[in-house]
């Protein structure tokens, strides 16, 4: 059982380098989500998608894009990557659907990622 | 929109006391209820959920939380925590009948001491 398996564990980029961090869930899961997480600010949720195709932003969506082609991959693509943007990224699954009552979130292990 | 606070980013506590966490929740419509943990340098796993029924739930480790929709929380509570306990406890909510976007707190660290 792999779960939800987020690559690369850590990494360090330069100011302006672009990067995708990369989420692969084996659950069949609608829902996935990126959320980052900094100190005293808990998790905060970047972009979510509620199936293949279908996208959306969440509270911190400025400076990530992704897409969502297939229903086991959902990379977040950093496009010009600065200093605020060091921090801990989590990719995060579920079943989705109104109504849905099991609503728990699989998390990765989280990228740790600095830009200097 | 819903929003959570933990009103104590650190709570110490000595090992075989009991602990309360503190999550307060704001939304216009119903609402799931969750509790993650996160232990060090890893990913945040379910704790515990409230989603409808009985208000008081309970996980496998001995954690308990209660619902109070008049008080709008969520506390987690713990008769007699372990070293093994240490860790960081997120609250989050969801709005029900809608997609599962989770809405987190800020997060409490336990610090079990000896």
């Known amino acids: 059982n792999a779960g939800v398996t987020q690559t690369p564990k850590f990494q360090v980029l330069k100011t302006g380098q672009s990067m995708t961090l990369q989420c692969a869930q084996d659950m069949n899961h609608e829902y996935m989500s990126w959320y980052r997480q900094d100190p005293g600010m808990g998790l905060r949720l970047i972009h979510y998608?509620?199936?293949?195709?279908?996208?959306d932003q969440g509270e911190v969506p400025n400076g990530y894009n992704v897409s969502r082609s297939t229903t086991e991959d959902f990379p977040l693509r950093l496009l010009s990557a600065a200093p605020s943007q060091t921090s801990v990224y989590f990719c995060?699954?579920?079943?989705?659907?109104?109504?849905?009552?099991?609503?728990?979130?699989?998390f990765g292990q989280g990228t740790r990622l600095t830009v200097v | 929109a819903q929003s959570v606070t933990q009103l104590d980013s650190q709570v110490p506590v000595f090992e075989e006391a009991p602990v309360e966490l503190r999550c307060n929740y704001s939304?216009?419509?119903?609402?799931?209820l969750f509790w993650y943990v996160q232990y060090p340098n890893q990913g945040l796993q379910l704790l515990l959920k409230?989603?409808?029924?009985?208000?008081l739930v309970e996980s496998i480790n001995g954690f308990e939380a209660e619902f109070n929709k008049s008080q709008t929380s969520f506390h987690l509570r713990k008769p007699s925590v372990h070293i093994s306990d240490t860790a960081e406890y997120f609250c989050?909510?969801?709005?029900?009948?809608?997609?599962?976007?989770?809405?987190f707190g800020t997060g409490t660290l336990l610090a079990v001491q000896p």
């Open positions: 409230y989603l409808s029924g009985s208000t």
């Open positions: 989050a909510v969801s709005a029900r009948g809608a997609t599962n976007k989770l809405i």
């Open positions: 995060a699954s579920s079943y989705s659907g109104v109504g849905a009552r099991n609503t728990e979130a699989f």
């Open positions: 939304s216009s419509v119903s609402v799931y």
């Open positions: 998608s509620v199936g293949a195709g279908i996208t």
